[in-house]
């Protein structure tokens, strides 16, 4: 053995759950970000608030609302 002992070390699941809600948001933020620096997701941003403004948009609720817009 090379001297290093296999341990564990118990973590609270709610300290888990934070820490992956989190890097959910981090996620996000990059997502955007990266939207944002290419030109062609500004232009799309950019037409989809025009969308919004004249109420040209649907709303879905849930992932099954969406999959229902898209059939």
Same mark, same amino acid.
């Given at each position: 053995?090379s =001297?290093l002992?296999?341990?564990?070390? *118990?973590v609270?699941? %709610?300290?888990? @759950? +934070?820490?992956?809600q989190g890097?959910v948001k981090?996620?996000e933020?990059? *997502?955007t970000? %990266? %939207?944002?620096? +290419?030109?062609? =997701?500004l232009?799309r941003?950019?037409?989809a ?5 004249? =109420?040209?948009y649907? *709303? ?6 969406v999959? @229902?817009?898209v059939?």
């Open positions: 053995m =001297g002992e296999e341990s564990s070390v *118990a609270p699941k %709610e300290l888990l @759950k +934070d820490l992956y890097l981090v996620e933020v990059l *997502a970000l %990266e %939207e944002l620096i +290419d030109s062609e =997701g232009q941003i950019h037409r608030e025009g969308e919004y403004r004249r =109420g040209q649907t *709303a879905a609720e849930g992932s099954c609302g999959k @229902k817009l059939e």
